[in-house]
């Protein structure tokens, strides 16, 4: 795997979304995307060490030399400079690690109420009941957190991220809304127009769903993060 692609995976592992990386390095969430789909193909060092410390992971490990192989270059390299170019490569590591505690992300964690899952798909249905579970990251002012099945919503969101929804009949042209279509839940992209109401999917190999003459449509939610 490439940095990227190591970096999604210990993302998803410690279930801290995109939006909450993109916060704590100070990039927007398309750029944490472009960085994991291997778009930027050369990540800036200092880039890789924010990432790495706001995943509470070794530069080594996201770089993906967890092994011991970059311990081992070091000491080879270090054992054949002189003393005092010795004692130069310990200054400066000591001052790095320093500045590495000084800069660590602490992304807090906390119990929230999951209502059940909407899909980013075909449709899920709700449950009535909420269940608690663990959640990092910054929590917005919420009426229900769901989940996200499916990946027609990529890159906003990815398939299994927790999503946060304030109750609402009605919403904003474009908006990114929870609705229910013939009982089923979804979220999607809310678009009208004077002629026609469409439910729409962010990754364009999925087909708009038209409510325009739909009775069974209702808006029950829009999402805040």
Do not use: W
Request: hydrophobic share 35%; proline share 3%.
């Amino acid at each position: 795997m490439n940095v990227g692609e190591r970096m999604k995976t210990i993302r998803k592992q410690q279930g801290i979304s995109a939006d909450v990386l993109a916060e704590a390095i100070d990039v927007s969430r398309s750029t944490i995307f472009r960085y994991e789909k291997g778009d930027i193909e050369k990540l800036p060092i200092e880039v890789v060490a924010r990432v790495a410390n706001a995943l509470h992971v070794s530069l080594a490990e996201l770089v993906g030399l967890s092994n011991g192989i970059l311990p081992e270059k070091i000491s080879n390299i270090v054992s054949e400079l002189t003393a005092d170019r010795q004692q130069n490569v310990y200054d400066y590591a000591d001052k790095q690690l320093k500045e590495q505690k000084n800069n660590v992300v602490h992304i807090p964690r906390t119990q929230i109420r999951l209502l059940g899952a909407v899909s980013a798909g075909t449709g899920e249905e709700l449950q009535d009941d909420t269940t608690e579970v663990d959640y990092t990251g910054i929590i917005p002012d919420y009426d229900y957190a769901l989940q996200v099945n499916g990946d027609s919503m990529e890159p906003l969101f990815t398939d299994q991220q927790i999503i946060f929804v304030k109750y609402a009949e009605e919403a904003f042209n474009g908006q990114i809304v929870i609705a229910y279509v013939d009982g089923k839940a979804y979220v999607k992209k809310y678009h009208q127009t004077e002629y026609s109401c469409q439910l729409v999917s962010l990754n364009d190999k999925y087909d708009p769903i038209d409510v325009s003459y739909d009775k069974s449509f209702k808006i029950k939610g829009v999402v805040v993060l």
